[in-house]
């Protein structure tokens, strides 16, 4: 849900729109004959780790033992996660687990926040990267590979062993379920935010005076839920992944 679709259409594809997108611009690679399609939720998504990237820098650069400024919020900020997955997975795990669930979760987050901000849709090459299936493909195929990595090190090959529990006949049903996580968690993501930016551009095109700001306010919760949702099924995954049965 965001100001770039109640805004239009404009600045390289801010609301929904069928068909595959056409690319921005394209990177020439020396030394063989391909070009390399730039697309616009690709740069909005460069944008967003940049910044992720910098201010933790930022905040980790010069640590002091009464934080302030922005090594306080990011403080603020990676406590309050850890807290909230320790409740889900224990605070062992959470320890070892939380900095990339809270990556996620951060990256998912601003990725849809970032088609609220205002005049978004007058931004060429600006798109939020969570509205294009791609981008949350991506992400569900990074934790499918994270759990069959967190379970191994945890478990070694004793990690496979669920594969054929607690029948070893289910083991294809298990495999199915396996396969299905991904896809679920990409098309659950992808769904609610191109849905949401297609409706909202529809909306906004007929109201555009009434329409845009009490969307947007709608828009920073269901961001946030969404957000949360998909780091809470994927910590449940690697919970599970990595328990310890006795």
């Known amino acids: 849900m965001s100001a770039a679709a109640a805004a239009g259409h404009g600045g390289g594809g801010g609301g929904a729109h069928h068909g595959p997108p056409d690319p921005l611009t394209t990177l020439h690679i020396p030394g063989i004959d391909f070009d390399l399609p730039i697309y616009n939720f690709v740069i909005t998504s460069w944008v967003i780790m940049f910044i992720l990237v910098f201010t933790a820098y930022l905040a980790t650069r010069n640590m002091q033992k009464m934080p302030k400024g922005i090594q306080n919020v990011w403080e603020m900020i990676v406590e309050g996660l850890f807290g909230f997955f320790a409740g889900l997975m224990g605070e062992q795990r959470a320890r070892k687990y939380g900095p990339f669930l809270t990556t996620c979760f951060l990256y998912i987050l601003l990725c849809n926040y970032s ?6 849709a007058m931004i060429k090459g600006f798109v939020p990267p969570t509205n294009n299936i791609s981008i949350t493909a991506a992400l569900s195929i990074l934790v499918f590979l994270s759990i069959f990595y967190f379970g191994i ?15 070893a006949f289910l083991l294809i049903l298990n495999i199915i ?9 990409s098309l ?20 555009p005076l009434l329409v845009p700001l009490p969307m947007m306010a709608l828009g920073l919760l269901t961001g946030a839920i969404q957000a949360f949702v998909f780091t809470i099924l994927a910590s449940t995954y690697i919970a599970g992944a990595t328990e310890e049965h006795h």
């Not at 090190?153 to 029948?167: D, L, N, S, Y």
């Open 115 to 120: 088609g609220l901000i205002p005049g978004a």
């Open 153 to 167: 090190r945890a478990k070694g090959i004793g990690f496979f062993k669920h594969f054929v529990q607690p029948m």
């Open 177 to 185: 379920e396996e396969l299905v996580r991904p896809v679920s968690l």
């Open 188 to 207: 659950r993501l992808y769904g609610n935010i191109f849905g949401e930016e297609m409706i909202i551009g529809q909306l906004g095109e007929m109201v």
